[in-house]
């Protein structure tokens, strides 16, 4: 008899558990007392209660007790008002806060008209030109009442300058706004690319928004440190960690630098994790992240405010853990991940749909997502109990393993900058050690994969039969949305006052070149209508664009 797909590739499949966590690390078979070896002054200086220094635990006393996560699904693609009818979906399904996703010509600061931008408009996110769009894209949603997440980076301060406006525009009070803006661009030279002035100018914007939101929009969280991308990049766990950490503490030496008092600005500054498929190394990963940044804001920044020392975070469940193979078995992925977020002390939490390896999400899709992180808070229990898993010999370990293996990075990157954050992530960026670092772990990783040591179900193993394909709906974006974004610029632009625009540009640039404040300066342009790409390229103008170095 011939056998069947799925029993020869079982023939090739390891037996039993190989004790390597994803990122490497070495597991014991079995954990015991004599791992942690607790008593009352370890768990004090290292863990302490939910709400407590150093924040091991979580950072609420009572945790979901007191308040579910934020329930997001990033969204965004076509036009302002395509986003906007997805928004109000997903907030009649249960959603909590919204969550933005921007069009790669916008990430860019490329206007929907640039020849740059063909065929890229509105396909991965929303397309913004102008006040115009915005206005539109938050059409009948209470500015003052919702928490939005926007996933910018380069082009930030001006998405910040305009959203601060449009609120005054509508006489909403800018210091009732919540939310948060990615504006994590140190990243984006190690993994992402999607840059566009040199280092130094771009977190010099960073500072900027710093100033102006402690006294403007201070529930604002003015910047949202990604490791997500990095571990999406090819990194492991530690990596992320590590890299992300660093990143934080090289903005708060910007800032301090500025001559801001730390507590001004630290508890604007939330973060963003990845939560990839390895349970239990995850969740320590989580809960290391939160010591080690306590101990460094006390220890060697001096903050006070306990809320400077706060690591609070967002979670997105892996994107490059799910496969086109399959795509089914990605909401059990996507499930486990989330899980793991939560018990690892997550603020709000995306879980990503199960077709995103093939297409955007479809509605569908997104409300699977949605119920996915529903039934986790309302139906397993987990939310009833803060830490639960706090005492576990193998989770308090392996915590204490993961800021260990940090540590060697963080270390690293010090001597690079010879006792600093911020010039260590600075020589880090120009001689190519990130990219190096992710690009090895990438590659091992890879190399497992296929060789079949690391089993990734229906890609390398347990393959099914043929034919026996999920079938489900495609979400694409049409070509009509292009012409329909740049016929809508072209109005814009007839109609505003071309004198205005210029004038506000030209003082922009004055302010570029004086070193000001730039905030107050884009949004006298974005409210004359002034383009994304008119504002940017004031700004490169002055600061030039960024080029990558060959590292490797």
């Known amino acids: 008899m011939e056998r069947k797909k799925d029993e020869k590739i079982s023939d090739n499949t390891p037996s039993k558990a190989d004790g390597i966590s994803l990122s490497g690390l070495n597991l014991k078979e079995l954990y015991n007392i004599s791992d942690i070896k607790i008593d009352e002054n370890f768990y004090r200086e290292n863990l302490g209660d939910p709400g407590e220094y150093p924040f091991t635990r979580g950072i609420h006393k009572n945790m979901y007790r007191g308040k579910i996560w934020t329930i997001r699904q990033f969204s965004g693609f076509g036009r302002a008002e395509d986003t906007n009818r997805r928004w109000k979906f997903l907030l009649s399904q249960g959603q909590t806060g919204l969550s933005t996703a921007f069009d790669m010509p916008t990430l860019m600061g490329l206007d929907s008209d640039s020849p740059l931008a063909e065929g890229e408009v509105g396909v991965e996110g929303v397309a913004i030109d102008t006040l115009a769009d915005l206005e539109k894209l938050f059409d009948g949603i209470p500015l003052e009442k919702i928490s939005v997440s926007f996933t910018i ?327 009509s949305c292009e012409e329909e974004q740049k016929k809508f610029l072209k109005e814009i632009k007839a109609k505003r006052d071309g004198r205005a625009v210029l004038r506000n540009l030209d003082e922009l640039k004055s302010a570029v070149k004086k070193g000001k404040n730039l905030i107050p300066y884009i949004k006298d342009a974005v409210k004359e209508y002034a383009t994304e790409e008119e504002i940017m390229n004031t700004m490169k103008e002055v600061w030039g664009e960024f080029t990558e170095l060959k590292s490797f």
């Open 153 to 479: 980076n380069a082009p930030a301060i001006w998405l910040y300058s305009m959203y601060v406006f449009l609120a005054e525009k509508r006489g909403v009070d800018t210091r009732s706004l919540r939310g948060t803006i990615q504006n994590d661009i140190l990243k984006e030279y190690h993994a992402q690319n999607e840059w566009i002035f040199p280092p130094e100018p771009s977190v010099k914007l960073i500072v900027d928004m710093f100033e102006y939101s402690k006294d403007h929009t201070p529930r604002f969280n003015i910047i949202s440190v990604s490791g997500y991308h990095i571990r999406e990049a090819g990194s492991d766990a530690v990596q992320e960690l590590a890299f992300t950490l660093a990143d934080g503490f090289a903005y708060v030496e910007a800032g301090i630098q500025r001559g801001l008092d730390v507590d001004e600005f630290a508890p604007m500054i939330s973060f963003f994790f990845n939560c990839h498929i390895d349970f239990f190394e995850e969740i320590a990963k989580f809960r290391a992240a939160r010591r080690i940044w306590a101990r460094y804001m006390k220890e060697r920044y001096k903050a006070k405010n306990p809320r400077s020392m706060m690591l609070r975070f967002h979670t997105q469940t892996a994107g490059c853990s799910l496969t086109a193979q399959q795509p089914e078995v990605n909401i059990i992925r996507t499930t486990i991940e989330a899980l793991a977020a939560v018990l690892g002390g997550t603020q709000s939490l995306h879980t990503n749909s199960f077709d995103e390896a093939i297409c955007l999400p479809s509605e569908l899709s997104a409300r699977i997502a949605v119920r996915t992180q529903q039934v986790i808070a309302y139906e397993t229990g987990v939310a009833n109990v803060a830490d639960p898993l706090g005492g576990s010999f193998f989770v308090e370990s392996l915590t204490n393993k993961m800021e260990e293996e940090a540590e060697k990075y963080l270390q690293k990157i010090l001597e690079m900058g010879n006792g600093s954050f911020y010039y260590g992530v600075i020589e880090g960026i120009k001689s190519g050690f990130f990219r190096k670092e992710i690009a090895r772990a990438s590659f091992e990783f890879q190399s497992k994969v296929e060789r079949g040591e690391r089993i990734i179900v229906g890609v390398n193993a347990f393959q099914g039969e043929e034919g026996g394909k999920f079938e489900f709906p495609k979400f694409r974006i049409p070509p």
